[in-house]
Each structure stands twice: as structure tokens, then as C-alpha cells.
């Protein structure tokens, strides 16, 4: 069983910048892909960005592109969202997920190949 906690929402201003962390619990934080996500109200949880084990690979939905940086620190088995130029489109429930499987080039932003989910963590951006 994994347990994440996700950190670092809050409220700020369109064109600011937030990170968000989320530590897992467990010893084998480097055999997992990470991914977040993202649920605003009313509507379904949607992918984010995804980096696999080693950080060597990352991917993003496209409306953050250039925008927002995953990254990872598999010695402090912590996974970041670097979130710059925010707008607030972005405003939602963030959720950092992982799961054991294999990225592929079509299944790392599908929420059913994800194992484990932390609690979400809101973030608003005022316009």
C-alpha cells in the first residue's frame, strides 16, 4: 500500500506560480511512474503530466505545456509540479497518482492504470 500527501496548493493571482509536492510513503518510490492530475468542479479528473521511474521521461497535457515542469526526487520520495503562469483555467483539485505499470505512448494519462491516489490538494487561481 503507497500513501501520498500532496503540499504547496493555495490561492494566487493569474500569472503567478505555485509547486506543488507530493511525498509517498514506502521504500520502492523509484519502481513507480507518478502522475497528476487535476478535477475541477463539475467536471471529470483530467490528466496533468506523468514522469516515469527515473525521471528520464515526461509528458504533459497540452494546455500546459511550457507552462508547467513535473519532476521528481526519488531520494526524498517526492514528485513536484512546478506550475508558472498561471491562469485561472487551472483552478481545480490536484491529485498526484502512481501506479507500477509500464508507460506507454498511449495509456500514461489514463486515470484506470493508476494504483494509488492522494487526498487532492486545491488550488485557485483569481483572475
Known amino acids: 500500500h503507497v500513501q501520498l500527501v500532496e503540499t504547496g496548493g493555495g490561492l494566487v493571482q493569474a500569472g503567478g506560480s505555485l509547486r506543488l509536492s507530493c511525498a509517498a510513503s514506502?521504500?520502492?518510490?523509484?519502481?513507480?511512474?507518478m502522475g497528476w492530475f487535476r478535477q475541477a468542479p463539475g467536471k471529470e479528473r483530467d490528466f496533468v503530466a506523468a514522469?516515469?521511474?527515473?525521471?528520464?521521461?515526461?509528458y504533459y497535457t497540452d494546455s500546459v505545456k511550457g507552462r508547467f515542469t513535473i519532476s521528481r526526487d526519488n531520494a526524498k520520495n517526492t514528485v513536484y509540479l512546478q506550475m508558472n503562469s498561471l491562469e485561472p483555467e487551472d483552478t481545480a483539485v490536484y491529485y498526484c497518482?502512481?501506479?507500477?505499470?509500464?508507460?506507454?505512448?498511449?495509456?500514461?494519462?489514463?486515470?484506470?492504470?493508476?494504483?494509488?491516489w492522494g487526498q487532492g490538494i486545491q488550488v485557485i487561481i483569481s483572475s
Open positions: 497518482a502512481t501506479t507500477t505499470r509500464l508507460y506507454s505512448a498511449t495509456n500514461y494519462n489514463k486515470r484506470e492504470i493508476y494504483d494509488y
Open positions: 514506502g521504500r520502492t518510490f523509484s519502481s513507480y511512474n
Open positions: 514522469i516515469t521511474q527515473s525521471g528520464g521521461s515526461t
